[in-house]
C-alpha cells in the first residue's frame, strides 16, 4: 500500500467537458507524500467510466510525478468527435450567373452589342438539373465510451417554377418545353419561350405582355410597356417606356426616362447609364453614370465602370452602393440611402399615423364604456343602452386586435433600423452636397473626400479609409 495520508481515490477527481470529448485530472486535499501506480490512476478513470482515448503516456507521467499535477488540470483522454454530414445541394447544369457570350470587340476599338443577349436555350425533355442527397455523417465517441451522434446533412430541394419536371424520385428535373432556362424571385428555376422583336418597340409592335423572356433587338420608345415573366433583354435604349420583369432587365445602350415610366424588376437591372428614370430591383449594376434618377435595389446599387458617376436624384439600397463618383463640384443635392428598404420606411411612417388614430379610438371607447358601466351600477341602463354597451365591446376588442398587429410590425421594422450592421456605402470621390442615410444615421458632406467606405459604428455613420 503507498504511503499516503489520503487515498487517491479521495484526492483525484475526473472532470468531464459539457460534450464528453475531454476529460480532465485534478487533484485536491492531496499530501505531499501521496504516491500512486499507473493501474491505482487507470482504477479512479474506470470510476468516472471514462474508457476511450485515454493518454496513457500521460498517465505515466502523472504516476512518476504525482505533485508537479497537484495544482493543474490535466487532460487525460480526448473522445472521437462526430463527422457532421454534408448538406445536400442543387447542380444547375447551366450557369444562369454569368454571359455565356460576351460583346466582341472590333478592330477600332468599338464593341458589336449584337452578340451581347445571353440565352440558355433548352429543348424539352433535357436534363436542367440534378438534385444530391445529404450525408448522415459518421457518429463520434465519447471519453466514457458512449456514442455521439452525428449531426445529418440538410436536404436540398429543387425550387420549381414554370414549365419544368421531375423525375418520380425527384433527383432530376428536365424541361418541360423548348424554351430559355430563367432563374426568378426567390430562385425559382423556368423554362420560357422567348419572344424576339428585331427592331424598335413602337407602333407597329405596341405593348408586350409575355410568359416568357423577351428580346428587343433594337430601343423601346417613350410611351410603350413591356411586362415579362421571364428576362427582357434590349440591345439598343430604353426611353420613357414602362419595362417590368420577374427575373432581370438588361439594356445595352442605357436608360433615357424623361422622368416617365418604371423599370422594375425582381432580380437585377444592368444599363450602361440611367438618366431621368425610376428603377427599382434586387440588384442594379450601371457602367457609366446614374444621373437624377430614384433607384431603388433590396440589395446593392453597382456603379463603378469607366465613369461609375451618381449625381443627382436618390439612390437606395438594403445593403451596398458602390460608385466611383457621387456628386459633383456644383455640389448637386445627391442622397444615398443604405440598410433599410425604402418601402419599409414608408411603411413604418403610415403605421405610426395609423397607430395614434387606434389609441385615439381606444381612449374614446373606454370613456364611453366607463360612463355605461357607472348607468349599470345604479341599474339605469336601458334595453338600448345595453346594446350599445354589447357594440362597444365588441369595438375595443377589434381596435385592441389591430392595436397589437400593428405594434408587433412596427417593433419588427424598427429592428430592421437597428441591423443596418453590414449596410456600407463605398466610393472613390463624393463631393459636397451629397448625403448618406445608413438605418436611421444621416451624414451631410461638407468638403470633398476621396477614396472612403461609410458604414454604421459606435451608434453613427463612420468613414474609413478603402
Excluded: W
Excluded at 276 to 288: C, H, K, L, M, N
Amino acid at each position: 500500500m503507498p504511503d499516503q495520508a489520503v487515498p487517491l481515490s479521495v484526492c483525484a477527481e475526473i472532470v468531464l467537458s459539457e460534450d464528453k470529448l475531454h476529460a480532465f485530472l485534478q487533484f485536491k486535499q492531496c499530501d505531499d507524500r501521496l504516491t500512486f501506480s499507473i493501474d491505482q490512476l487507470g482504477e479512479v478513470l474506470q470510476s468516472f467510466h471514462v474508457s476511450h482515448g485515454v493518454d496513457r503516456s500521460k498517465l505515466a507521467e502523472i504516476a512518476d510525478n504525482p505533485k508537479a499535477f497537484f495544482s493543474a488540470k490535466t487532460l487525460i483522454a480526448t473522445g472521437s468527435p462526430p463527422i457532421p454530414g454534408q448538406d445536400g445541394y442543387i447542380n444547375l447544369l447551366l450557369d444562369l450567373d454569368t454571359d455565356t457570350k460576351k460583346p466582341a470587340e472590333m478592330e477600332d476599338g468599338k464593341v458589336d452589342f449584337k452578340q451581347i443577349t445571353s440565352i440558355h436555350n433548352v429543348k424539352k425533355g433535357q436534363l436542367i438539373a440534378q438534385r444530391f442527397f445529404g450525408t448522415e455523417g459518421a457518429p463520434g465517441i465519447a471519453v466514457t465510451g458512449e456514442t455521439i451522434a452525428a449531426r445529418a446533412g440538410k436536404e436540398a430541394h429543387f425550387k420549381i417554377g414554370k414549365n419544368v419536371v421531375t423525375d418520380a424520385d425527384k433527383t432530376n428535373l428536365y424541361a418541360a418545353i423548348d424554351g430559355m432556362v430563367t432563374k426568378t424571385d426567390r430562385d425559382k428555376i423556368n423554362v420560357f419561350p422567348v419572344f424576339e422583336v428585331n427592331g424598335d418597340v413602337d407602333y407597329n409592335i405596341g405593348n408586350i405582355d409575355f410568359v416568357g423572356t423577351v428580346v428587343i433587338r433594337g430601343s423601346v420608345l417613350t410611351g410603350f410597356r413591356i411586362k415579362a415573366a421571364g428576362d427582357i433583354r434590349v440591345t439598343g435604349s430604353v426611353e420613357g417606356a414602362d419595362l417590368e420583369a420577374d427575373g432581370s432587365i438588361e439594356i445595352t445602350a442605357g436608360i433615357l426616362g424623361h422622368n416617365k415610366g418604371v423599370i422594375r424588376a425582381g432580380k437585377r437591372v444592368k444599363s450602361s447609364f440611367i438618366q431621368d428614370a425610376t428603377i427599382i430591383a434586387e440588384e442594379v449594376t450601371v457602367s457609366q453614370s446614374i444621373m437624377h434618377s430614384t433607384v431603388r435595389a433590396s440589395k446593392e446599387v453597382i456603379c463603378k465602370g469607366s465613369k461609375g458617376l451618381i449625381v443627382g436624384g436618390v439612390i437606395q439600397a438594403g445593403e451596398l452602393v458602390s460608385a466611383r463618383t457621387v456628386g459633383n463640384s456644383m455640389s448637386t443635392a445627391t442622397v444615398i440611402e443604405v440598410g433599410v428598404l425604402p418601402e419599409l420606411r414608408n411603411e413604418l411612417a403610415q403605421l405610426r399615423t395609423q397607430l395614434r388614430s387606434v389609441n385615439e379610438n381606444i381612449d374614446k371607447t373606454d370613456k364611453a364604456l366607463g360612463m355605461l358601466d357607472q348607468l349599470a351600477a345604479v341599474g339605469q341602463l336601458g334595453p338600448d343602452k345595453v346594446g350599445m354597451r354589447i357594440k362597444l365591446n365588441h369595438t375595443k376588442r377589434q381596435l385592441t386586435e389591430e392595436q397589437t398587429s400593428i405594434k408587433e410590425r412596427v417593433f419588427e421594422l424598427e429592428k430592421s433600423l437597428e441591423d443596418s450592421d453590414r449596410a456600407k456605402v463605398e466610393v472613390n470621390s463624393i463631393y459636397s452636397g451629397a448625403k448618406i442615410v445608413i438605418g436611421r444615421y444621416t451624414k451631410f458632406i461638407k468638403d470633398p473626400i476621396s477614396h472612403v467606405k461609410f458604414e454604421l459604428a459606435n451608434g453613427d455613420i463612420a468613414m474609413i479609409p478603402l
